[in-house]
């Protein structure tokens, strides 16, 4: 696969950066604590199935504090239309037990903090930094990687390989190239069917309509 000059990717990065400038996760929450929660759950899920879970969910735990004392068949009750329903209903009452116990029942906004939560990873992390305070970070999900490999932007073989390469190329606007890339992939350079003709504005860098999976 032929690789995106550093000409074209300034002008992938521009005309991202130009066109998703405003862009926010498409994932429904009020407070930093339901954004975690709904990133969690968006792993391996869509954000249109969390977006019909987590109200009665935010409803039932409002606070960590209400959530590390849940009875766990309750949780998988309101989670089960989400895949890996079982291990995520018990990482997020976890998850909530460390918030209280460790950081008196408010999410901490550091990546090194954050990981150690149950159910939080590096990309989970990053997503919830990125959407929350707008820190200079990638995280790549189905749609970035498929994104980046289809630009020419990356050959890497795995998500967490593909966000270093995407750093390094990228340095600024990560937050904006994030959340613009995820959208993207989404809506117009779709796993089947593209949008090449109708839609895509970034045609004249693609590079292949090969549907890329990470291993």
Not at 43 to 57: F, G
Not at 191 to 209: G, H, I, Q, V
């Amino acid at each position: 696969m032929k690789k995106a000059t550093k000409k074209e990717i300034e002008a992938i990065k521009s005309m991202l950066v130009a066109r998703y400038d405003d862009a926010v996760t498409e994932l429904t929450y009020s407070n930093v604590y339901e954004l975690v929660i709904a990133v969690a759950l968006s792993a391996q899920c869509t954000d249109k199935r969390v977006n019909l879970i987590t109200p009665a969910l935010f409803s039932a735990y409002p606070t960590p504090y209400v959530l590390a004392q849940a009875d766990l068949s309750d949780v998988k009750a309101l989670i089960q239309s989400c895949s890996f329903f079982n291990n995520k209903a018990i990482n997020l009452i976890e998850m909530a037990k460390r918030i209280v116990d460790v950081y008196n029942g408010e999410v901490p906004l550091d990546e090194k903090e954050l990981i150690t939560l149950a159910g939080v990873g590096q990309k989970t992390a990053h997503v919830v930094l990125i959407e929350y305070t707008g820190a200079n970070l990638m995280a790549v999900d189905t749609h970035v990687f498929r994104v980046s490999h289809r630009l020419g932007l990356s050959d890497d073989l795995t998500p967490a390989a593909t966000e270093a390469t995407l750093v390094k190329k990228f340095k600024t606007n990560l937050h904006q190239l994030h959340q613009g890339m995820v959208l993207f992939g989404r809506y117009i350079c779709t796993a089947r069917n593209p949008k090449c003709d109708s839609e895509c504005f970034l045609k004249e860098y693609c590079k292949t309509k090969e549907s890329f999976k990470p291993r």
